[in-house]
């Protein structure tokens, strides 16, 4: 593989094959795979459903997600925390012993730059780099950037190479800063403006993945960056029906609006008892287990309600986006404006219209009208009833934005950047 340019993919954010997630990540393999050997780097708890992946993704599950990062000064006052500090310092020393051996001396000054630490993952991105033989014609793709690993090791793994491959990091979320720390993002942020008058600028990218991230960054650091799109499998909605399917799927969890789907679905059936609807999910929280017990309850006396509480394969969930005709959207609006919401965009792709939370700033990535917005619960379900009587126009909408989705995709630098550099 050494002559062949290659993508390599790093994501330890993701343990399975899952939802809109895994969406993104096989749907921009197929896009990019014309540019280079596609791989993916994933977490060890990842286990793969082979018929769900492109056959020319390969596929390396070695983060190993549950430890700590490798610190030297790092001890604190408990007997496992210094049987594990023992461990880290004794990998740390093999991988130390291992560098010098082969006269490696490149990874003293990111070492210190990182506060003499090994940054989280290192010893199976060292043998998966090893392995993949990777140069300066290869580029790495952080998928999901939104922690300070994700920081360390891409920094780390940048310095570390005298000629290093180039770096995409797609920041989807900024962590939440705390001013005891010493290392913040934005430490590794800063660090940018410092390096801009060398070839770092030409090798190592940033995007953010919505307008509030990109203008705190910009704000504060001076740092211009782009903004990404994530990339999507499209289905065009075709069938005709006259009973509309409501459908709600995702996380459950209170700032996506698990605990609020019941009463929707009852204030909907107040202006509409024929109204169907349809709810998918998978683990449910301790906080959430009585809703999901109140849900499974009301849909034994409806039976135009159906629920999936379990976890459903990546094929059986694009199958199932293609059932779904309006989706409410019940995030709280302040983490759609920090974080581009993938449930979003999967409507979009399957020009699914939406009703969305009021005043977010989500609606300023729509060019088209193919959503609503809503209040409350009451509201909400008004908008249910405004959509399905004006159905075909909505639907329109929602194809227009779909096509202008994957346009956006196709024009924007993080694509432009792929093709150059290959």
Known sequence: MKNKKKIIFIEPHMDGPRGHHMDSLIAKSVALRKYGK???????????????IPKHVKIINVLD???????????????NTFFLILKNFFLSA???FQLLRRREFS?????????????????????????????????IIFNSCSDLNDYELAFFLYFYKKNPPVFHMLIRSLPKFQKKKIKTPIYFLKKININEKNNFKKKFFLYAETEKNKSII????????????????????????????IGFFGEARANKGFEKYLSLIKEGHKLDN???????????????????????KYIKKNKTVKCIPKYISYTKY?????????APIMYDHALLDQVGSGVVFSCIANEIPMIIPSNSSIKKKFKHNCYLEAVDIKDYAK??????????????????????????????????????IT
């Open 65 to 79: 997600t549950a430890k700590r990062g490798i610190f030297f000064f790092n001890i604190k006052n408990t007997v």
């Open 94 to 96: 093999v991988i130390i």
């Open 383 to 420: 908008k249910i009833i405004e959509i399905q009587k004006n159905y075909t126009y909505f639907l329109q909408e929602s194809k227009k934005e779909a096509k202008y989705l994957q346009e956006k995709f196709h024009s924007y630098p993080f694509l432009d950047r792929i093709k150059k």
């Open 274 to 296: 024929g109204l169907n609807f349809t709810i998918q999910f998978s683990s449910v929280p301790n906080e959430f287990v009585g809703t999901k017990k109140e849900i499974l």
């Open 38 to 52: 596609i791989c993916w780097i994933v977490s060890n708890k990842y286990k793969q459903r082979q018929a769900d």
């Open 218 to 245: 910009f704000k504060n650091y001076r740092i211009a960056i782009n903004l990404f799109h994530d990339c999507y499998f499209f289905s065009t909605k075709t069938r005709v029906t006259k009973k509309i399917n």
């Open 107 to 139: 990874w003293i000054y990111p070492f210190f730059y990182n506060f003499c630490s090994f940054p989280k993952y290192l010893p199976s991105i060292f043998s998966s780099f090893e392995n993949l033989q990777v140069n300066q014609n290869d580029q």
């Open 318 to 326: 694009r199958k199932f986006l293609t059932t779904i005709d309006i």
